[in-house]
C-alpha cells in the first residue's frame, strides 16, 4: 500500500510562496520514516528539519507545489491549497492520503468530497483519506510532507534577504515592510499585497 503525506509550509504568513508538500512511500517503509523523527515541522529546530530531510530523501518520494503571493492575492488561499492537494494525490494516485487539516474540523468534510470528486475522475478509483488537525503531529509520513515543505519555504524567505521570517507577527518582517510605506515605494512581487495585516500597516504608517 502507497501512502501519500500532505501538508504546507507558509499559509499565515505576509512574505513569500505557499509550499505545499507531499511525502510518499509504501506502508513497508513506514517505520523507517518513524526513525527518522519526522513529525511537525514547526516542532523541530531549523537544523533538526534539515538533518531529518536528508534521511527521508533515502526512503521515499517527495514533490512540491508553490503558490505564488501574486496567485495568493488574485485567487482563494483554501482553494488553491485544496488543488495543489489534488494535484499531488493524481500525481502519486495513492492507496491512503494523510492531509494536516487546513480548514476548522466543521469543513473537512466538504474538503474531503470536493477532493474525492476531482480525484475519482481524473484516477478512475479514489483513495482513502485521513483528514484530520495535527495530522503532522500524529503521522510521521504526513510530518515528512511538513519537513519538506518547510525547508523549500525556509530557503525561499532566505533568498529574500534580511526579511525576518515573513510572519506578521515578526518585528523584523514589520520593520522591512513599514520601510517601503515610509519611502513611498511600491511592495515587492513576494508581499501578499491583499492581506488585512498590510492594510494595517500602511495605515499605521501614515499616521
Known amino acids: 500500500m502507497r501512502i501519500l503525506g500532505l501538508d504546507e509550509a507558509g499559509r499565515g504568513c505576509v512574505l513569500g510562496d505557499l ?7 509504501d506502508e513497508s517503509e513506514r517505520d523507517l520514516v518513524v526513525a527518522t523523527g519526522a513529525t511537525d515541522s514547526k516542532k523541530l529546530s531549523r537544523k533538526k528539519r534539515e538533518s ?14 508553490s503558490i505564488t503571493p501574486a496567485e495568493i492575492d488574485a485567487g482563494n488561499l483554501n482553494r488553491l491549497e485544496e488543488a495543489a492537494f489534488i494535484d499531488h494525490i493524481i500525481h502519486f494516485n495513492p492507496d491512503l492520503v494523510i492531509i494536516d487539516a487546513p480548514a476548522h474540523p466543521k469543513a473537512i468534510p466538504a474538503i474531503v468530497s470536493r477532493m474525492k470528486a476531482e480525484v475519482t475522475i481524473a484516477l478512475g478509483r479514489c483513495p482513502e483519506f485521513k483528514v484530520e488537525p495535527k495530522a503532522d503531529l500524529t503521522y510521521p509520513i504526513c510530518g515528512a510532507a511538513s ?4 525547508v523549500d519555504r525556509d530557503q525561499k524567505i532566505d533568498a529574500l534577504g534580511p526579511v525576518g521570517s515573513g510572519y506578521p507577527s515578526d518585528p523584523k518582517t514589520r520593520a522591512w515592510l513599514t520601510g517601503f510605506f515610509e519611502r513611498e515605494e511600491p511592495l515587492p512581487d513576494c508581499v501578499r499585497k491583499r492581506w488585512g495585516s498590510i492594510r494595517k500597516l500602511r495605515q499605521k504608517s501614515l499616521l
Open 19 to 25: 509550499v505545499v508538500g507531499a511525502f510518499c512511500c
Open 147 to 150: 519537513i519538506f515543505a518547510k
Open 52 to 65: 531529518i530531510r536528508e534521511k527521508l530523501l533515502q526512503i521515499g518520494e517527495n514533490r512540491l507545489i
